[in-house]
């Protein structure tokens, strides 16, 4: 221990990391930026849309579209938080983040991410109280209950973030300070460390388990009613309005937590690391872009609020200026 404690003193602390990017090949560098530019256009323009029309048209001032509100308001700060970095990194040779930066940038991350995590979790159970028990679904979802599971979102994804956050802080960083990934991810900050990464490491799983499992397990169970629900409806009308309110749901679920597991749960391989990249562009940049695309394009409640907010524009007449 004092051994590895004078090697890491006669080295010099990072204050700085190199960000490799998404890929170190020049003749895609552009094309990738232009593709990366309009999924942030798309991505930006979507969910300012959504959110705007839940806004604006009250017979979307429900419960189910108060949980959307809140999910395509952290895809929208979400966008924000590495891909303006990652445009960086295509038009420029050395991709250069401060080691504030980058610890904002890893705070930031964990928090959207685990708050997205607990906002479907809470749409699962929405869904499921509104099939399962129509009659009590206006006292069950509340405007003070759907609040109470939107604040417990945010202070769970807030403390898991300041968990990740202040262990990263705690490691020492010294000479190498390349990390292979287009933004700062808990695990290829911890490959760079030089001090004992074991307790921060464990830290990580519990909170990662933690989110993983607890959400995974409500939305489960809360699928499996809403199933065994179905199944014993008399009329396949209902079975056809129970699917088609839990289908956009269902879809982004599959998204998020698909391309999340399958960027994390890897062979530990450098012949992994192009994969993990891959992933991992599905749940931070094409998850984002599409639930918008998903939620408007399957719900005739949103389209009817596109089209009656068209009208009211249509309607409106230009002020003339004497």
Known sequence: MPMKRMAVENVSLVTQFILMGLTNKPEIQMP??????????VTVMGNLILINLICLNSHLHTPMYFFLFNLSFIDLCYSFVFTPKMLMSFNSERNIISFAGCMAQLFFFCFFVSSECYVLTAMAYDRYVAICKPLLYT??????????????????GFAGAMAHTGCMIKLTFCDSNIINHYMCDVFPLLQLSCS??????LLVFIIVGTVVILSSLIICMSYALILFNILHM???????????????????????????????IKPSSVESLGKEKFFSVLYTNVVPMLNPLIYSLRNKDVKLALKNTLKRINREEPVVLP
Do not use: D, R
């Open 32 to 41: 990738l930026f232009f593709l990366f530019l309009l999924n942030l256009v």
């Open 139 to 156: 006292v069950t979802m509340s405007p003070q209950v759907c609040s109470l599971l939107m604040s417990i979102s945010y202070i769970m």
């Open 196 to 201: 004992n990464t074991y307790a921060s490491e």
């Open 234 to 264: 008399p009329s396949t009308k209902g079975w056809s309005k129970a699917f088609s309110t839990c289908g956009s749901h269902l879809i982004t679920v599959g998204l998020f937590y698909g391309s999340a597991l399958l960027t994390h």
